[in-house]
């Protein structure tokens, strides 16, 4: 069985990196908060998603009716957790999985040891408070993780980071090399002892990486070739993991006209399409298991996955 791991980094849309120059944090509780409210089309989204999958089912698989429930994963920012903590409790409502995305949306590389420290534990334990459950993952700002970030994030009692994102050319995202790590199943690494590194799917094309785990990319490839491309993925690892923003469902957001021309190309391409390219995504998958990250991984310890 294949599976796709559906990822929501949960921020508002004047909380993302490219455009944090006109956007600095103090000026953030400034800022029209629509984060609420796009979330919630997301979470209606997969619900829609759900029940045309589960419609889809013929009698034959009945026993497995609930094969195809969507469970996705939320890496919810603790600065969103404090002024909507019903959205996390909905969000655990809808059957999903809720994990945490940081306190204050800093790179991990820019924070000293102790802030980042606090950053990590603050933010697991206000999710916690909200959602009435253990968080057991935790994903990076702009993928800025590296070894000595992951040591403090299983210290601070994480099971699991989803930050590794394997293209190289993006000068924010983290290095780690895992050569050493102990094992590799599915696309789980077992970085040390009970903690592992779920990493950003990408296309691999000879020696070329192609960026292929979501965001802008998802939004400016055209479906068809998206499609192709997952599949050659799920092929060779056997899981696909793709990451979305509730601003990317957000066609009217407002605009940042100061930022350059490719920055704002690159935010805002095709948001009104987005909802429409996930059900194109999902509907071409039917028969993968949509999970969030914490199934995967214990379908993983339970070694029901295995690299093709
Ligand atoms: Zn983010």
């Known amino acids: ?6 990822t929501i980094d949960v921020e508002d849309w004047f909380q993302v990196e490219n455009l944090r120059p006109w956007n600095p944090p103090a000026t953030w509780h400034e800022r029209e908060l629509r984060v609420e409210k796009s979330t919630h089309r997301v979470l209606d989204c997969l619900d829609e ?3 045309s999958l589960q419609s889809d089912l013929s009698p034959d698989t ?7 429930q969507i469970r996705a994963t939320f890496f919810v920012l603790g600065w969103v957790a404090r002024r909507c903590p019903e959205l996390v409790r909905e969000i655990r409502k809808r059957g999903h999985e809720v994990a945490s995305h940081g306190n204050s949306h800093l790179l991990c590389s820019d924070m000293s040891c102790s802030d980042l420290d606090l950053d990590l534990r603050e933010s697991k334990a206000l999710l916690e408070d909200c959602c009435g459950q253990e968080v057991l993952g935790y994903r990076a700002p702009s993928f800025s993780v590296n070894e000595s970030v992951l040591e403090r994030i299983h210290k601070a009692a994480y099971r699991y980071d989803s930050s590794y994102n394997s293209f190289a050319l993006h000068h924010r995202y983290g290095k780690v090399d895992f050569r050493n790590s102990a094992s590799v199943n599915g696309i789980a690494i077992q970085c040390r002892d009970g903690f592992f590194e779920l990493p950003l799917s990408n296309l691999s094309l000879g020696q070329k990486v192609i960026p292929w ?3 802008g990319y998802f939004r400016l ?7 192709r491309g997952v599949r050659r993925i799920l092929n060779t690892d056997g899981a696909y993991a793709l990451y979305l923003h509730p ?19 690159r935010h805002y391409v095709n948001l009104d399409k987005t909802g429409a390219k996930l059900e194109r995504l999902v509907k071409s998958f039917s028969f993968c298991r949509f999970v969030s990250c914490s ?11 295995s690299r093709n």
């Open 49 to 51: 998603l759900s029940c």
């Open 213 to 215: 785990g979501g965001g």
């Open 247 to 265: 601003w990317e469902f957000d066609p009217e957001q407002p605009r940042v006209k100061e930022a350059s021309w490719q920055l704002g190309f």
């Open 221 to 227: 490839i055209p479906s068809f070739l998206f499609v």
């Open 295 to 305: 199934d995967y991984l214990e379908a993983v310890m339970n070694r029901l996955v």
């Open 1 to 6: 069985m294949q599976h796709i791991l559906l």
């Open 62 to 68: 009945t026993p497995y009716a609930n094969r195809n």
